[in-house]
C-alpha cells in the first residue's frame, strides 16, 4: 500500500462510489464463511467479522489494528464488549490477519464520513462501498490516532451491537418468544423465567443476516467504556514473554544487517566483499542495489563482516546538499512561490490584503522546524523465509495487509503467496507503516535460500528513517490599535496530512493560509500527529508573540479569540486553572500555554520551566484534554504522557541535519533522548464533552513545543522561533524577565 491519505482513499472509493450513482447497494452481507477460515477454530463460532463465541462462553474480539504501546486493542475490545453486553472477564481479544477480507472498512468510512447522519435505507450499501474499497486499497494500517475516533465507533460498538441483537433474535426463534421478552447482559440471555448463555445460540446467531443499524448505547448505558481496565498486553510485557518483531526465531534462520547508500536515492557502483566472505560465519554478501546486505550466522558476524565492505556508491546532485542550503530553498520557493500565486490554499476567508493596507503595524515572523527521526526503542527488523515460490514474514507493523501486498510486488508474486504475522512493536510512530526493512528481508532470504532475520543497527534506523519533514513556516499578523490582530497569513512548505493542521481555531476575520511545494531528496514518512507536530508550534508560537505585542496575558489573549468555541475555551481555562496560571514564580522561572485541536480531541497545556546556566529544566506539565469521551481513562492518560514525552525530545534536542547529501546523526549520542530522570511532572485532566469522540495518541505531541518555547520565553524573555531549542544560548539576564517586546 502506498501513501494513505483521504485524498487517496476518496479516489479509490470512485469505482465503488459508481455503485451508489446507479442504484445498485453494495451490501457487506454476512461474511462468515468468508472470514470464519482465518480467525475461527473448533467449537468457536463466528458471530460476525468482529465477534466470535466458543462453546463456553468466552467471547474474542478481532481487532483490525496493531499494537504498539498505545492499548488500542484492549480500547476497542472494550467497545464491543459494551454493545455486546458480554462478561469482561470472559474477553479477549485476537489481531485480524492480514487478509483481504479483513481489510478495514470501518475505519475508511469513520475517518472521510466523521459523524456524518447517513438514512438509514442506505447504510447497508455505504458499509459496503467502503468494505469494497479498503480491499482494493488492502487498508489495514494502524495511524492518524483512527482506532477509537474511526474503527471503534464505526466498526467495534456496532459490531457488538449487532452480535447482541443476531444472538437475541436467534434466542427468541429457538425459545419461541418475541425478542422484544429477551434480555441480555453478561453474556446471558434471559426471558425472565429461563436463561442460557451466549455460546448456547452462537450457531445460529452466525447464519443470521447482520443488522446495519443496530441500536446502540447511550452514555449513561455504559459498563465497561469509561471505566478502568487493565490492559490485556501488560501482563506479558512484564513477564518478559510478550513476542516483538526482533524476537521471532523459525528453525534453520541465519542472520543480516545492511548498509544502505548514505545518499538518498544512490546506488551501489562497485562493491569488493572478498574480506567478508573470507570471515567465519558468513553466508553470503547481497547487493540490493540501494544498499548491500551481509548475512552470517550471528548478528554481530554480519555487522562485523558489514564494516569490511568495500563500496564505492553512484554519485548524485543530492550529495551537494545540507541543511542550509534545503532551508534555503523553503525559503526562496515561499518568495517566489507566493509572489506569482502559486499558493496552496488552506483557507481563504474575508479579505487579507485588504486588512493589511488599513493596519495599523504589522507582524512577521518566520519559524523552522528541522528534519525528525522517529527512532523508535526496537530497530527496523523483519524475519522473512522465501521458498518454494511463497513468502512468509514475521514482524511488527502497523500496515500488516499493506506490507503483504508491498512485499508480494516488490518478490513479483501474487499476494495469496505472501503470508505476514505480526507482532507487538516497540514503537512505532508512523515508521512502522513503510514496508522497507520488510522487503529487505524478502529480498536476502529469496537471494540465499534460507530464513533471513534482519536487523537493522541503530545507525542505520537513524539515517536511513522516513523523516518528519524539515519546515519553514512565515507568518504575517496585521494588527489595529489596540493591537489586535485583523488578519493572519501564514506561508509554509511541504504538506501532507492532516488537511486541517495549519489551521487556527481563532477569531480572526481575515485569513489567508496556504504551503508552497518545495521538494527534496529527503524520504517523507508520517511522524506522530503528523503535520500538527509542526504547525502546533508555528501557529502557537505566533499567537504567544501577538499576545506580547499587545501587552496582554497570552492566557487571556486566547480566551477572547476563542469566545465562539465554548468547547475549546472550556479546555484551554482548566489547563490554565490546574497549571496554575497566575501563581508566582520564583526568578528564571516562566510558565507557557498552548491549544491545539487534533484528530478529533481538544489539548491544551500549560508547562512551567526553571532556566538556569543555561539548561532548561522542564518542571511540570499540566494537561486538559477533551476527547469526546474517554474510553480507557488510564490509557488516554498514558498517550498524553507519551505525546508529552515524545515532543519534548524533538523540541529540545530533535534534530537531522543534512551535510553532503547524508544524515549527520547516527546513534543516541548524537540523537538524543529525555530519559527517566530529566522527565517533567504531568498531570492529566479529563474533559467527557460527549462530542464526537476523537483520538489520543496523537493529540499529545502537537502543544508541547510551543508551549515549552513560550515559558521558557516568559523565564528568560528569549524568543524561541527555531527548533530544537539546544541551538540557542540561554545564559540570559533574568532582570529583563517577561519583557513585552521581541
Not at 458480554?86 to 489481531?95: C, G, L
Not at 517566489?336 to 500565486?341: D, I, K, P, T
Amino acid at each position: 500500500m502506498g501513501k494513505w491519505t483521504r485524498r487517496g482513499f476518496i479516489t479509490a472509493g470512485v469505482v465503488g462510489g459508481a455503485a451508489l450513482v446507479v442504484g445498485v447497494a453494495i451490501r457487506p452481507g454476512n461474511r462468515n464463511s468468508q472470514l470464519a477460515k482465518h480467525v475461527a477454530g473448533e467449537g468457536e463460532s463466528l458471530i460476525n467479522a468482529w465477534v466470535k463465541i466458543d462453546e463456553h462462553n468466552h467471547v474474542t474480539a478481532i481487532v483490525p489494528h496493531s499494537e504498539m504501546g498505545q492499548g488500542a486493542q484492549t480500547a476497542l475490545t472494550q467497545m464491543l464488549a459494551d454493545e455486546l453486553d458480554a462478561n469482561w472477564e470472559d474477553v479477549s481479544f485476537i489481531e485480524a490477519p492480514a487478509e483481504d477480507g479483513y481489510a478495514n472498512g470501518p475505519m475508511g468510512k469513520g475517518y472521510i464520513l466523521g459523524d456524518a447522519k447517513i438514512p438509514e435505507l442506505l447504510v447497508g450499501t455505504v458499509d459496503g462501498v467502503f468494505q469494497t474499497v479498503a480491499n482494493a486499497m488492502h487498508l489495514q494500517i494502524t495511524g492518524g490516532s483512527a482506532s477509537v475516533r474511526a474503527t471503534g465507533v464505526h466498526g467495534m460498538r456496532v459490531a457488538g451491537a449487532a452480535a447482541r441483537q443476531m444472538l437475541l433474535e436467534a434466542a427468541a426463534s429457538e425459545w419461541s418468544v418475541p425478542v422484544s421478552k429477551l434480555s441480555a447482559k453478561n453474556g446471558m440471555i434471559s426471558d425472565g423465567e429461563r436463561s442460557a448463555s451466549y455460546a448456547s445460540f452462537a450457531v445460529a446467531a452466525g447464519q443470521l443476516q447482520p443488522p446495519h443499524t443496530p441500536k446502540l448505547k447511550s452514555a449513561d448505558q455504559f459498563t465497561i467504556m469509561g471505566t478502568h481496565k487493565p490492559r490485556h498486553d501488560i501482563p506479558s510485557k512484564v513477564d518478559g514473554t510478550a513476542m516483538f518483531g526482533i524476537d521471532a526465531e523459525v528453525e534453520g534462520m541465519v542472520y543480516a544487517t545492511v548498509m544502505a547508500a548514505p545518499v538518498f536515492g544512490s546506488s551501489v557502483k562497485s562493491l569488493n566483499s572478498d574480506d567478508a566472505n573470507a570471515m567465519s560465519g558468513v553466508v553470503d554478501v547481497v547487493n540490493l542495489d540501494d544498499a548491500v546486505a551481509v548475512v552470517a550466522d550471528s548478528y554481530w558476524t554480519a555487522k562485523k563482516a558489514l564494516a569490511t565492505l568495500k563500496v564505492e556508491w553512484q554519485q548524485t546532485g543530492a550529495a551537494m546538499l545540507d541543511s542550509d542550503k534545503i532551508f534555503s530553498q523553503f525559503q526562496n520557493d515561499i518568495s517566489s512561490n507566493v509572489a506569482a500565486g502559486k499558493v496552496n490554499s488552506d483557507r481563504e476567508e474575508g479579505d487579507a490584503a485588504a486588512a493589511f493596507k488599513n493596519a495599523n503595524r504589522i507582524v512577521e515572523r518566520e519559524y523552522r522546524v528541522p528534519y525528525l527521526a522517529h527512532a523508535c526503542m526496537e530497530p527496523m527488523n523483519a524475519l522473512a523465509l522465501v521458498a518454494d515460490g511463497k513468502c512468509e514474514v514475521w514482524t511488527g507493523t502497523q500496515n500488516p495487509l499493506g506490507f503483504r501486498h508491498e512485499i508480494a510486488a516488490a518478490l513479483q508474486f501474487d499476494a495469496e503467496n505472501v503470508t505476514v504475522n505480526n507482532f507487538y512493536m516497540g514503537g512505532g510512530f508512523g515508521r512502522r507503516a513503510t514496508a522497507d526493512a520488510a522487503i529487505q528481508a524478502a529480498k536476502i532470504s529469496q537471494y540465499v535460500g534460507q530464513p533471513v532475520k534482519l536487523i537493522w543497527s541503530r545507525e542505520e534506523d537513524i539515517q536511513h528513517d522516513h523523516y518528519r519533514p524539515a519546515v519553514v513556516s512565515r507568518f504575517r499578523a496585521a494588527l489595529n490599535a489596540d493591537g489586535q490582530p485583523t488578519a493572519w497569513e501564514n506561508y509554509y512548505v511541504d504538506k501532507h496530512e492532516p488537511a486541517e493542521a495549519p489551521l487556527i481555531p481563532y477569531g480572526i476575520a481575515n485569513q489567508a493560509i496556504g504551503s508552497v511545494d518545495s521538494p527534496t531528496h529527503v524520504p517523507f514518512g508520517p511522524w506522530r500527529s503528523v503535520d500538527h507536530s509542526q504547525h502546533g508550534f508555528f501557529t502557537e508560537s505566533f499567537i504567544d508573540e501577538l499576545a506580547i505585542e499587545a501587552g496582554q496575558d497570552p492566557f487571556a489573549y486566547r480566551m477572547e479569540k476563542l469566545k465562539q468555541h465554548p468547547r475549546h475555551s472550556k479546555v484551554l481555562a482548566l489547563a490554565a486553572e490546574k497549571g496554575r496560571w497566575n501563581a508566582p514564580l520564583a526568578k528564571g522561572q516562566g510558565r507557557g500555554i498552548a491549544f491545539q485541536e487534533s484528530f478529533g480531541t481538544l489539548v491544551a497545556e500549560v508547562v512551567e520551566v526553571t532556566v538556569h546556566e543555561g539548561q532548561v529544566k522542564v518542571d511540570k506539565v499540566t494537561i486538559a484534554v477533551d476527547p469526546g469521551f474517554a474510553v480507557a481513562p488510564d490509557g488516554l492518560k498514558a498517550q498524553m504522557e507519551s505525546g508529552v514525552i515524545y515532543g519534548l525530545t524533538a523540541a529540545l534536542f530533535g534534530e537531522i541535519s543534512i551535510k553532503d547529501g547524508r544524515v549527520e546523526q547516527g546513534n543516541f549520542d548524537s540523537y538524543p533522548m529525555v530519559r527517566m530522570d530529566s522527565s517533567p511532572e504531568i498531570e492529566t485532566h479529563i474533559i467527557n464533552s460527549m462530542e464526537a469522540w476523537g483520538g489520543a495518541g496523537e493529540p499529545g505531541t502537537p502543544g508541547i513545543a510551543p508551549a515549552l518555547a513560550n515559558a521558557i520565553y516568559a523565564a528568560t524573555g528569549t524568543r524561541i522561533r527555531e527548533l530544537p531549542i539546544s541551538k540557542y544560548d540561554l545564559n540570559v539576564d533574568f532582570v529583563e524577565k517577561n519583557v513585552m517586546s521581541t
